[in-house]
């Protein structure tokens, strides 16, 4: 039998809890009950507050639950009838607040519903800014697509995501609706419609708002026209400037001329900045709490049947619910302007202007509207300076900006990134230390006129250097980076092309860094005394002071020493290693993307640093390698190991490891990147060569000599083995490859992992895996496409169910981080041993 947890299924704690569905971060007020439901307190409450009543003697959440036994396919409850969780939908009753087990189909229902709803109330805000592909259809209505009267124009949203014009059109001609244009995205909600009279189009409201087309009820909302601006740039007398200023409409839910009904950049990008910093520390601290509660929960759920629940669940109920002690929430040093990159949209506003800033909304939604950046707090003022500059450029250009409707158009990103020239000492002053600039400005060339683009590329140049040398003092700027993406959404890949501009000097010849040879495009900033160099598509902490206090508490927790191997897991330019290697014997960084490997190469170099080795891979690809190669020793050489690196004995059979180095360090990316270099580019050597420019071709061959030399380097070194290994992982959003959290939790020899994460969501399913108790019997993963449905946790708890036998990990101590001042992000950090 089970431990006592499980035998007893009165128990609230025990298998039978049902809470583990994902829930957003909830304010502490808000909390969905389960939340609490290992708190006495909140039992209470809910025995005085609701109207729902049990029957005299009965628990007062009888039958509230769905029983997890009885649910379970291979197990049945031995309470019978007399069970107080429910054994049947039919049978399950409200909670005393009226709200239903959140995983019975009452509750997922009901949240659908009020998904809907919350989607429903957001279109009052659609924001469309940019035109619908004119006559993608060929249905020769050409133009705008809308005709040209604003007030005979509505936008019908809800409509089905795959339906194309033609769809839309056949569907009106179903309805009798008649109509001048229809118009439909394939991927989006919207559609749009024209009419050819007033009467046309209250028919045609009439007959469409709140019809049903399968689940969803159509709602017609208002365009807005984009002449808005016009008229009124026209009635005073201003020139109308930029290809966009000829658009004719703005889809837009809001009635007034510049209404956005609350919706600004400010609230969009910095949500918490209404709050005074000390509330906003206590109000993530309290998500984080929430969150980190779902673990304790989703373990005790996916704890296999049979096995004693490990200690850390047991204990959980003392501390709140919480898997282990959250120790707090470490402050940002710096809470304004603190942002060391910004990447910034390039659209149009909600006035038809051509826009450098952030995005209202998300485009499928139906907002494309930009607005600039300057009431952000987070946003540093030589970012915001140099978004006005670049927007001042862009209503001038001849190449037109991104439009996202049509996937066409040349300008499309700006990301404004800044570096330091020594340690920062007025954190909150931080603007005098900026010395260094990069800016990349992302374009899609194709199609374009290179002679066009290479005049265009020269005046871009000469106008960021000139709005630097106006400005007083004039801002730095040290490099300027374009990077050329096809792809429909901005996020390219880390292999898109790149090149460097040459700074031309202003015309007044004042002292601005120019250069006239961009030897690489980089620029540096210090972290814990190191001078870190960063490339263009690098990633590195945006809060540069605040990143310090994360890297210094996770070496803190992770207890090193000279007889330590740190494996540094994502280790992008290698700050967290290399900040670290002089307390440890040795630092092993993995990162797949390949100029941030190099980035770490040279840091090693230029910091002195010589024990660590950087390898360019995805870490599901060598993970288990690695730590076979570094904790599968031969015997003799484990006592002289843990004396300190320089102990080190090379067998022969050490040799034959090294040399796999090589393989292990050109994996796939690097290929692709040496491959590319070798390839023969016509258009790059040709037309797209600028003539102050330094090609793509030219820097991926300098990437490829380096690692040649980096794998000729490592060939060199020695493996060793260390007797006490620790690693620290600091993945994506999405959290670790299942591949390497199998590795970190299957490999004994791997005592201590120190988990840093910018999602905690992330975190708390991956510790699922890693820290629940192995099943007796594994389960073979299924193909399973109800997955696809599934929360985070809920998908860990099915891979739990796989885990091969090992010994599970346990939740220490977490600690939040905040780097992201005024936005509800937060870095999580929880140490795990066992
Ligand atoms: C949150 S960043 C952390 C970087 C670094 N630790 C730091 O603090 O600067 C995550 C890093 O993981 C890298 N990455 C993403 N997926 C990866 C994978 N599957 N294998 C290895 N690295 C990955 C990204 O390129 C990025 O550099």
Redo the contacts with the bound molecule.
């Keep these: 039998m089970a431990s006592t947890e499980i035998a007893d299924p009165q128990s609230p704690l025990n298998g039978h809890d049902s809470t583990d569905q994902p829930q957003p971060p909830q304010d502490p007020e808000t909390q969905a009950p389960q939340d609490d439901a290992v708190s006495g307190g909140k039992r209470k409450r809910e025995e005085e507050g609701g109207d729902v009543k049990p029957a005299a003697g009965q628990h007062p959440l009888w039958k509230t639950s769905l029983c997890s036994f009885f649910r379970r396919q291979d197990a049945s409850c031995g309470h019978g009838s007399g069970c107080r969780y429910a054994h049947s939908e039919a049978e399950l009753r409200p909670r005393p607040d009226h709200t239903w087990d959140p995983t019975s189909e009452r509750a997922k229902k009901a949240a659908k519903k009020s998904g809907e709803d919350k989607e429903c109330a957001a279109w009052d805000d659609v924001m469309m800014t940019e035109a619908l592909d004119d006559d993608e259809d060929g249905d020769g209505d050409g133009g705008d697509g809308f005709g040209s009267d604003p007030a005979l124009s509505k936008c019908l949203v809800h409509l089905p995501r795959n339906w194309k014009s033609d769809k839309l059109k056949e569907f009106l001609s179903e309805q009798g609706i008649q109509y001048k244009s229809a118009k439909k995205k394939k991927g989006m909600v919207l559609g749009f419609m024209s009419f050819e009279s007033a009467e046309q189009l209250e028919t045609a409201v009439k007959a469409l708002d709140g019809i049903s087309i399968g689940n969803n009820n159509i709602k017609v909302a208002d365009v807005l026209p984009r002449s808005f601006e016009r008229k009124t740039k026209s009635a005073m007398g201003l020139p109308l400037v930029g290809e966009n200023a000829e658009d004719p409409m703005v889809a837009n839910g809001v009635e007034d001329g510049d209404g956005t009904k609350g919706r600004s950049a400010r609230t969009v990008v910095t949500p918490l900045a209404h709050m005074p910093y000390a509330d906003q520390l206590e109000h993530k601290k309290n998500s984080v709490m929430q969150i980190l509660k779902r673990l304790s929960r989703s373990a005790r759920k996916a704890c296999p049947n049979g096995i004693p629940l490990p200690e850390w669940i047991l204990k959980s109920r003392e501390i709140g619910g919480l898997p282990c002690v959250l120790e707090g929430i470490l402050a940002s040093p710096v809470v304004n302007g603190y942002r060391n990159k910004c990447e910034f949209s390039v659209g149009q506003s909600l006035q038809g202007k051509t826009t450098v800033g952030f995005m209202l909304g998300n485009f499928r939604e139906g907002v494309t509207a930009v607005e600039e950046p300057l009431d952000c707090p987070n946003v540093s003022p030589i970012s915001c300076k140099y978004a006005s500059i670049f927007q001042e450029f862009l209503q001038q250009s001849s190449l037109p900006v991104w439009n996202r409707f049509k996937n066409t158009g040349f300008w499309r990103q700006l990301t404004v990134r800044e570096g330091r020239s020594g340690m920062v000492s007025d954190a909150e002053n931080c603007e005098p230390n900026i010395s260094e600039v990069m800016l990349m400005v992302q374009v899609s060339t194709a199609g374009f006129d290179d002679s066009l683009i290479t005049s265009e590329f020269e005046r871009l140049a000469q106008t960021f250097s000139a709005g630097a040398t106006a400005n007083s003092p004039s801002l730095p700027l040290t490099v300027l980076v374009i990077q050329d993406h096809q792809g429909i959404s901005n996020a390219a890949p ?1 292999d898109a092309p790149l090149r460097s501009l040459c700074i031309s000097k202003a015309e007044n010849g004042s002292e601005i860094q120019a250069t006239n040879n961009v030897a690489e495009p980089e620029i540096h900033d210090y972290i814990s005394s190191l001078r870190f160099c960063i490339s263009p598509t ?4 945006v809060n540069t002071l605040a ?1 310090e206090k994360l ?1 210094s508490l996770a070496g803190d927790w992770a207890e090193l020493g000279p007889d330590t191997l740190l494996f ?9 290693g290399l900040t670290l290697a002089h307390r440890v014997g040795m630092v092993v960084g ?4 390949a100029s ?1 490997v190099l980035d770490a190469q040279r840091n090693a170099e230029i910091n002195g640093i010589t024990n660590c080795r950087f390898i360019c ?4 690809d060598v993970m288990r390698s690695l730590l076979e190669e570094y904790l599968t020793a031969p015997e003799k050489q484990d006592n002289d190991a843990i004396e300190g690196s320089d102990k080190a004995i090379v067998t022969d059979e050490e040799k034959i490891i090294v040399t796999d180095e090589e393989k292990i360090i050109v994996t796939d990316e690097v290929k692709a990147i040496v491959k590319e270099a070798e390839k023969p580019n016509p258009e790059e050597s040709s037309s797209h060569e600028h003539e102050n420019g330094k090609t793509a071709c030219e820097g991926l061959e300098s990437s490829k000599q380096e690692l040649q030399k980096s794998s000729t380097e490592n060939r060199k070194s020695p493996v060793q083995c260390y007797k006490n290994v620790v690693a620290i992982v ?4 999405s959290g670790l ?1 299942p591949t ?1 959290i199998k590795a970190l939790r299957t490999h004994p020899g791997l005592r201590r992992l120190v988990y ?1 994460s ?1 999602n905690p969501e992330s975190l708390v399913a991956n510790a699922i895996e890693l820290c629940t108790p192995s099943p007796d019997k594994i389960e073979k993963n299924k193909n399973n496409r109800a997955w696809r449905n599934m929360s985070s946790a809920g998908l860990a708890r099915h891979r739990a169910k796989s885990m091969p036998a090992s010994e599970p990990f346990r939740p220490v101590k977490a600690m939040a981080v905040d780097l992201f001042p005024h936005t509800v992000h937060c870095e999580l950090v929880m140490l795990l041993e066992r």
């Design positions: 880390a690098a990633f590195f902490q990143a890297y540094d897991v994502c280790c992008g330019t290698g700050t967290i993995i990162e797949m993307n941030a891979s995805k870490a599901e600091d993945p994506p959003r490859h390497v840093i910018c």
